[in-house]
Antibody, heavy 122, light 106 residues
Framework: DVELLESGGGLGQPGESLRLSCVVSGFIFSRYAMDWIRQAPGKGLEWVGSISGSGGSTYYADSVKGRFTMSRDSSKNTLYLQMRSLRAADTAVYYC???????????????WGQGTLVTVSS | SYVLTQPPSVSVAPGQTARVTCGGINIGSRTVHWYQQKSAQAPVLVVYDDSDRPSGIPERFSGSNSGNTATLTISRVEAGDEADYYCEVWHGSGYAFGGGTKLTVL
């Protein structure tokens, strides 16, 4: 079975950094694009960013571009989200999710983790 | 960016048909995916590529996409279908989600 397990969430102060991790199992990690999706408390889903199966292509939402960086390590079956210059508006549950294809483009998210909560507050 | 518009809520009686719309400029030329999110759970893919169903999703869930509107149709609605539903589209430089529609089963 496909499994995605996020970790690294918690409380961060404005301006600080946090790194989220997502360890996956049940599929060949390097063959699939991966995403981070977030959901602020009581709000809808917001796409954060996508990374291709090789890691060679990344895309980010305007709201996080220049502050967040996605990467992946196939030797560890792990997806990362490095978050810098955190803002209160970044407070959300962050989901790691697997795309159906190697390419990021127009591919559905066919598996999701349970999410990790990031709270940004002083 | 690309804006997707969904009605905040849709209500339907058990056994009836629910239709959740997702509006966007010329969305018919794009590929739409639909996700179901039940309370306090992670989202689940219910329709992809406009009208295809993942394995394990009942045939009661179907989708269509034309012009400026994509539609998720749930036939013979059951109490267990009560959830938030989101559409998603690739817009060329990233993805966009609709604001979500809360389906209430009366």
């Amino acid at each position: 079975d496909v499994e995605l397990l996020e970790s690294g969430g918690g409380l961060g102060q404005p301006g600080e950094s946090l790194r989220l991790s997502c360890v996956v199992s049940g599929f060949i990690f390097s063959r699939y694009a991966m995403d981070w999706i977030r959901q602020a408390p009581g709000k809808g889903l917001e796409w954060v960013g996508s990374i291709s199966g090789s890691g060679g292509s990344t895309y980010y939402a305007d709201s996080v571009k220049g502050r967040f960086t996605m990467s992946r390590d196939s030797s560890k079956n792990t997806l990362y989200l490095q978050m810098r210059s955190l803002r209160a508006a970044d407070t959300a549950v962050y989901y790691c999710a697997k795309r159906q294809d190697f390419s990021v483009v127009a591919s559905p998210l066919d598996s999701w983790g349970q999410g990790t909560l990031v709270t940004v507050s002083s | 960016s690309y804006v997707l518009t969904q009605p905040p809520s849709v209500s339907v009686a058990p056994g009836q048909t629910a239709r959740v719309t997702c509006g966007g400029i010329n969305i018919g030329s794009r590929t739409v995916h639909w996700y179901q999110q039940k309370s306090a759970q992670a989202p689940v893919l219910v329709v992809y590529d406009d009208s295809d169903r993942p394995s394990g999703i009942p045939e009661r869930f179907s989708g269509s996409n034309s012009g400026n509107t994509a539609t998720l149709t749930i036939s013979r609605v059951e109490a267990g279908d009560e959830a938030d539903y989101y559409c998603e589209v690739w817009h060329g430089s990233g993805y966009a989600f609709g604001g979500g529609t809360k389906l209430t089963v009366l």
